[in-house]
């Protein structure tokens, strides 16, 4: 068997998940490497959020109220909101397989997206919110209290969740 060197190449490119090529022309693995290493490393990121957010709200002032608001309310909403995007992933995986099926799955992905942040939107309205939290929940007042504010920056993750989901399918 003759040994060959696998070139490993880091470019200055705009988009950093091209920066780094692995080329070895006569094996289908650099290609595979060079495919899916972002989305490894996206997978890794999403894999440490809990634990880093966990680590930071604990050294909060208010620990244990907010970890529960976050633990207990925050995130099992936005599990819930948020359930029709997991499937994007794989649809856009399976679906796009030429332009206009492309289109199609970003269109219905940006369409979710939009209803998912409305219901989101108006799960942070203060009638609708104190509603859900009074008549439906019924958590401790602080917890409910600290939640709001948690709910509230996380509007955006909808949009954001989705456009990521999409592009790794």
């Known amino acids: 068997a003759e040994n060959q060197a696998i070139e490993v190449t880091i470019e200055a490119t705009a988009a950093p998940w091209n920066a780094i090529l692995i080329r070895d022309h ?10 899916w290493w972002p989305l490894a490393l996206s997978w890794i990121c999403l894999a440490f959020e809990s634990i880093i957010i966990t680590f930071v709200v604990s050294r909060m002032p208010n620990a244990t109220v907010e970890l529960a608001a976050f633990g207990g309310l ?22 796009c397989d030429d332009v206009a099926s492309f289109q199609q799955v970003r269109r219905y992905s940006l369409f979710i997206a939009t209803a998912c942040s409305l219901v989101q939107l108006l799960l942070v309205f203060p009638p ?16 409910a209290d600290a939640a709001y504010t948690a709910l509230l ?17």
Do not use: K
């Open 74 to 95: 925050v995130y099992p909403l936005l599990i819930l909101i948020e359930s029709p995007i997991y499937m994007i992933l794989s649809a856009a995986n399976t679906l």
């Open 26 to 35: 006569n094996s289908p693995i650099p290609t595979l490497l060079n495919a």
């Open 128 to 143: 609708i919110y104190h509603f859900v939290m009074t008549a439906l929940l019924s958590p401790p007042p602080a917890a």
């Open 153 to 169: 920056f996380c509007v955006p993750t909808s949009i954001l969740v989705t456009v990521r989901r999409f592009y790794q399918g």
